[in-house]
Every structure is written in structure tokens, then in C-alpha cells.
């Protein structure tokens, strides 16, 4: 991919999302320019899957095909970019593509629903979350509509006590696993920065809160947020921050 100016690739993202900041990151990390297309909830459903006939972001464009899903999105474009070790050795691709799928469901969609249940209770908080990267007018419709978008929101994920209780045993259990593997190593698989890395210090960016992110998430003062930020996973998910979240070749 060495496109200029209008050839560059679509990105079709929302800017808190965790699973756009994969995609992010990899395009950065790959110097892969690129053009944004912030989406706002809810009005992204026609529009997504009329490109792409399904309405999940991040949606990628480069080429005649949208490449929805956040995990193809990091494979295509550090194959296409030249940044083949991201994938890393072929005999370790099918351990790191493991990692990858387990991240994707007990991080992104379980810590999602525990970490949404308590922080839309939250409206001022959220209202900083959705805002950004939006326009005044379109933070004021939001807080404006603020109940129906909640309800929406929960109804869309699945959101009440009980699915809650259940994806915070499997972030739990998640973050155990975690701690346990990377005790002894600084990366989940061989001894180098790859995809399965960059999907876990994505993944958690909620919570590092960190000013390399481009959407960093502000801080949340509920007290089962203010433990987590300490985790020994997220520090370290801070670490990959520190230490990958850059561009490795100019764009
Ligand atoms: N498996 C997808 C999951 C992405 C995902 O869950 N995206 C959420 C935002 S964090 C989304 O777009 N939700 C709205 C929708 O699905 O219509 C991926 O890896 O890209």
C-alpha cells in the first residue's frame, strides 16, 4: 500500500471504540496514511451495512472490497505494508492467531459489557466518551437523547445485571490468565512485539488511559475502575503503549 492523497484507504471507526484503536494502531504502526470516517452510534447502521453488509466497525477500504473485522484488518495490513514480523514466524502465527480470537471475545465483548453496565450510569462520564472526536452539535443531540441512547445501547448489547455479572467472571478470569502467561515474558507469543500484543494493548485502552492513544479514555472513579487501573495486565497493556504505539517507518 503507497497511495497519495484521495487513494488512501477508508477507515470507518468510532473513536472511543477499542476494537477501531486495533485498526488505528496497526495503520500507524505499519506508516500506512490514512483517512478517518468517524461514525456516530446509531446512525452508523444504514450507511455499514449498505458498504458493507454488516454494521460491526472497524471497516477498512483499500481496494474494491470493505474489510470489515478488526483482526483481518491488522492481518491485511501488515502483510500488505511489509510488516510481515508483526504476524510473526509462521510456526508461531496459529498460537498468536489463537490469542488473537480469545482477546477479541473475553476482552473485547465480555470487559465491554462489565465495564458500559456501570459507566452509563455515568452520564456526564460517557457523554466525555461518546463526545469524542464529535462536533459541538453533535455532543449536544447526544446529551439530549442521552436515556433513549443508554436503553438503546444496553438493548444492542445485551446489557443488564445478570449477562454483566457473567462477562465480569470472564474478564476476570481473562486478566488471570494474562497475568499468569506474561510474568515471565514481555510479549504473548515468541520473544517480539506482534499482533497479538497490539490487539491486547488495544483491547484494553479504556483502561490505560494513556496520552499515546488518540482517543484516550478519561478516568472513571467507580471503585471496581479504580482497581482495575492498577491491574498488573493493564500496566502492562501501558507498557505496550509506551513502547509500540508508533510509527515504525515514515508514511
Ligand atoms: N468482531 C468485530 C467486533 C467489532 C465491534 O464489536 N465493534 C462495535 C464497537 S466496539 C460496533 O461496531 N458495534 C456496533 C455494531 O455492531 O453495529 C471486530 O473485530 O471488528
Given at each position: 500500500m503507497g497511495p497519495g492523497n484521495d487513494a488512501l484507504p477508508l477507515l470507518y471507526e468510532f473513536p472511543f471504540s477499542h476494537f477501531s484503536e486495533k485498526a488505528r494502531w496497526v495503520l500507524d504502526y505499519c506508516g500506512q496514511r490514512y483517512r478517518s470516517r468517524p461514525q456516530f452510534p446509531g446512525l452508523h447502521l444504514l450507511p455499514m451495512r449498505l458498504l458493507s453488509g454488516q454494521t460491526s466497525l472497524p471497516v477498512l477500504v483499500c481496494g474494491?472490497?470493505?474489510?470489515?473485522?478488526?483482526?483481518?484488518?491488522?492481518?491485511?495490513?501488515?502483510?500488505?505494508s511489509g510488516e510481515a514480523e508483526l504476524l510473526g514466524p509462521p510456526?508461531?502465527?496459529?498460537?498468536?492467531?489463537?490469542?488473537?480470537?480469545?482477546?477479541?471475545?473475553?476482552?473485547?465483548?465480555?470487559?465491554?459489557r462489565a465495564l458500559l453496565h456501570r459507566q452509563l450510569r455515568d452520564r456526564a462520564y460517557m457523554l466525555?466518551?461518546?463526545?469524542?472526536?464529535?462536533?459541538?452539535?453533535?455532543?449536544?443531540?447526544?446529551?439530549?437523547?442521552?436515556?433513549?441512547?443508554?436503553?438503546?445501547?444496553?438493548?444492542?448489547?445485551?446489557?443488564?445485571?445478570?449477562t454483566a455479572r457473567d462477562s465480569e467472571q470472564h474478564f476476570q478470569k481473562a486478566l488471570t490468565r494474562l497475568e499468569e502467561?506474561?510474568?515471565?515474558?514481555?510479549?504473548?507469543?515468541?520473544?517480539?512485539f506482534g499482533l497479538a500484543d497490539l490487539t491486547l494493548g488495544a483491547l484494553l485502552s479504556p483502561l490505560t488511559c494513556v496520552p499515546e492513544q488518540p482517543f484516550p479514555w478519561p478516568r472513571c472513579e467507580d471503585p471496581y475502575m479504580t482497581a482495575l487501573y492498577?491491574?498488573?495486565?493493564?500496566?502492562?497493556?501501558?507498557?505496550?503503549?509506551?513502547?509500540h504505539r508508533h510509527r515504525t517507518k515514515a508514511p
Open positions: 474494491p472490497r470493505p474489510i470489515p473485522g478488526s483482526s483481518r484488518i491488522l492481518r491485511l495490513v501488515s502483510r500488505l510456526e508461531l502465527r496459529r498460537e498468536a492467531r489463537h490469542w488473537m480470537d480469545y482477546l477479541d471475545q473475553e476482552i473485547g465483548v465480555h470487559m465491554r466525555r466518551v461518546f463526545g469524542m472526536g464529535r462536533t459541538g452539535i453533535e455532543r449536544s443531540l447526544l446529551g439530549f437523547g442521552y436515556p433513549a441512547f443508554v436503553q438503546a445501547y444496553r438493548n444492542f448489547y445485551d446489557m443488564n445485571d445478570s502467561h506474561i510474568k515471565s515474558r514481555r510479549y504473548l507469543v515468541g520473544d517480539r492498577e491491574h498488573p495486565v493493564v500496566q502492562h497493556a501501558r507498557f505496550l503503549y509506551r513502547a
